[in-house]
């Protein structure tokens, strides 16, 4: 069965595909001087394992509950294993559009979407062309959850099968996001 085992090149390819549209605000005419309102972080208390229910994981196929990880630069995760795929849910609390954009050289796919009524972005690493690994971002606040699908190698058909597939689970995800 080795050639069904699946590449586990996510957490580290992709770790971090945390994207938000945090700061984006505009100036209103005649708004009161003064310090700004301090951003509240939303996803304080949002538990990547608890993102998705256990039909919700059922339904795609991957075990409950998840193993949390930490990625050790500030970003919580919970990883799902299955047969045909394997999912990630990577929480980061303070990882701005600015700052993915930033690092948009290290992506072969960078686009910004749409999740549900959230702003999103469609997201493949350099390394990660042809892999069978995709992020859907979900930008939520002043940071954003993730979904990242890394497909085993026999269901492995293309990277927009794989993306479509992390956009169809973040449209679960982004319903039970705080608002």
């Known amino acids: 069965?080795?050639?069904?085992?699946?590449?586990?090149?996510?957490?580290?390819?992709?770790?971090?595909?945390?994207?938000?549209?945090?700061?984006?605000?505009?100036?209103?005419?005649?708004?009161?001087?003064?310090?700004?309102?301090?951003?509240?972080?939303?996803?304080?208390?949002?538990?990547?394992?608890?993102v998705l229910g256990e039909q919700d994981l059922q339904a795609l196929g991957v075990s409950a509950p998840g193993e949390p990880l930490d990625q050790g630069i500030g970003e919580k995760a919970c990883e799902f294993s299955g047969d045909a795929l394997d999912l990630s849910v990577v929480k980061g609390e303070q990882s701005s559009l600015a700052y993915w954009e930033g690092r948009r050289s290290n992506m072969a796919v960078f686009e910004t979407?749409?999740?549900?009524?959230?702003?999103?972005?469609?997201?493949?690493?350099?390394?990660?062309?042809?892999?069978?690994?995709?992020?859907q971002a979900?930008?939520?606040?002043?940071?954003?959850?993730?979904i990242q699908v890394t497909t085993s190698s026999?269901?492995?058909?293309?990277?927009?099968?794989?993306?479509?597939?992390?956009?169809?689970?973040?449209?679960v995800a982004e319903k039970k996001l705080p608002k």
Do not use: H, W
């Not at 069965?1 to 992709?14: E, F, P, Y």
């Not at 606040?141 to 993730?146: F, N």
């Open 1 to 50: 069965m080795v050639g069904m085992r699946k590449t586990r090149i996510g957490a580290v390819l992709l770790a971090g595909f945390a994207v938000t549209v945090g700061g984006c605000s505009s100036a209103g005419g005649g708004a009161q001087q003064g310090a700004p309102e301090p951003a509240l972080n939303v996803l304080a208390s949002v538990d990547p394992c608890q």
């Open 154 to 171: 026999a269901s492995y058909q293309n990277d927009e099968a794989t993306c479509a597939k992390a956009m169809e689970i973040a449209q």
């Open 138 to 146: 979900i930008f939520v606040g002043q940071g954003s959850v993730s």
């Open 113 to 135: 979407n749409k999740v549900g009524q959230r702003d999103g972005a469609k997201m493949i690493s350099t390394a990660s062309v042809g892999n069978g690994v995709c992020s």
